[in-house]
């Protein structure tokens, strides 16, 4: 029996060198095949929506931003016709993505309550434009009146009167634009005691109608109007020189205290403050856009001078100025 269990515990031990030998191991249970990890999706891009403002401006900026935002990164974009007030409870709610050109004199309030307060709506920086916006006449009213240069000379009555129309009567008329531009204009001509009633032509093209028939017949017309714009490249204007401005003048704004010139304004862009989550390329984007007032010109004087529409003057700037736009891409 002894004899039998040595040979077996033997016979064992030598299948067990012959194994290890072999390369032989013992069989570690079968497992299933890992199922291969689930891909995610690429997460589909939101529309971006930019606000549209009623001046030239505004069209070729996102005219520019539109066809960059859609070529090189793939969105699709809507334009969002809309005026300066309206858009920012718009971008505050998500409705709008950005707006490209804000005037911020007109805007202390909204940037206070919608940017400072609410956190809702973002400055993304500088457009590059500086804008000033003022009382403009074409230069042979002052080549024939020289005191008209200045906001004293409408104090006398039969000045002021040589810009009277059926509409006003004994006063002269001061043109102004579309209704929904911030314009303090009525408050600068009550406070400063100046003869003239606001007249609101209704848009930037009525304003232009109404200089290109006065021009024609060499009539005095005195309007609201800014730079940078076309219509110094076409006509020759002066501007009226206002008491000038002061932070103390605009702080009297909501009681209709203003009567001083309008400051200049470094023109900025806003954004929906949820975008750089939901779009961080396209907000990244819209930050970098920035580019000068000469370039600005050149497209709007493409769109009233030339003919073109906003989408052709972004096209043939956007073909000319590779290395400006390169860089705006994230």
Not at 115 to 130: A, R
Not at 147 to 170: H, I, M, R, V
Not at 280 to 290: E, G, I, R, V
Not at 296 to 316: N, R, Y
Request: net charge negative; aromatic share 10%.
């Amino acid at each position: 029996m002894l004899k039998r269990i040595a040979i077996s515990a033997l016979l064992i031990a030598v299948a067990a060198v012959l194994a290890v030998a072999c390369g032989g191991q013992p069989a570690a249970p079968q497992q299933e095949a890992a199922a291969p990890a689930a891909q995610e999706a690429p997460a589909e891009k939101i529309t971006i929506k930019l606000a549209e403002n009623p001046w030239s401006g505004s069209q070729v900026n996102v005219a520019v931003a539109k066809a960059l935002l859609e070529d090189q990164l793939g969105y699709t974009v809507e334009i969002v016709t809309i005026d300066e007030n309206a858009q920012w409870p718009a971008l505050a709610s998500g409705d709008l993505s950005a707006s490209l050109e804000v005037w911020p004199s007109g805007h202390a309030e909204n940037v206070k309550q919608y940017i400072e307060d609410q956190k809702v709506v973002e400055n993304i920086g500088l457009l590059g434009p500086v804008g000033v916006i003022g009382w403009f006449e074409p230069k042979y009213v002052v080549d024939e009146h020289p005191e008209l240069a200045t906001w004293e000379g409408f104090k006398d009555p039969a000045n002021a009167k040589l810009f009277a129309t059926a509409e006003t009567g004994d006063k002269g008329q001061f043109l102004a634009g579309d209704p929904s531009w911030v314009q303090y204009d009525a408050d600068i001509i009550k406070n400063l005691g100046l003869n003239l009633e606001v007249v609101t032509a209704g848009s930037e093209e009525a304003i232009l109608a109404a200089l290109d028939a006065a021009n024609s017949r060499k009539e005095p017309i005195l309007f609201y109007f800014w730079t940078p714009h076309s219509i110094h490249a076409k006509y020759d204007l002066v501007q009226v020189e206002l008491p000038a401005y002061s932070d103390e003048c605009y702080a009297k704004a909501d009681s209709g205290g203003v009567d001083c010139a309008y400051p200049s304004d470094e023109l900025f862009k806003i954004a929906w403050g949820g975008l750089k989550d939901a779009a961080p390329d396209a907000y990244q984007f819209l930050k970098n856009f920035n580019y000068s007032t000469q370039d600005q010109i050149s497209m709007i004087a493409a769109v009233e001078l030339d003919g073109k529409t906003p989408e052709e003057a972004a096209k043939a700037w956007i073909a000319d100025n590779e290395a400006t736009w390169k860089a705006w891409l994230p």
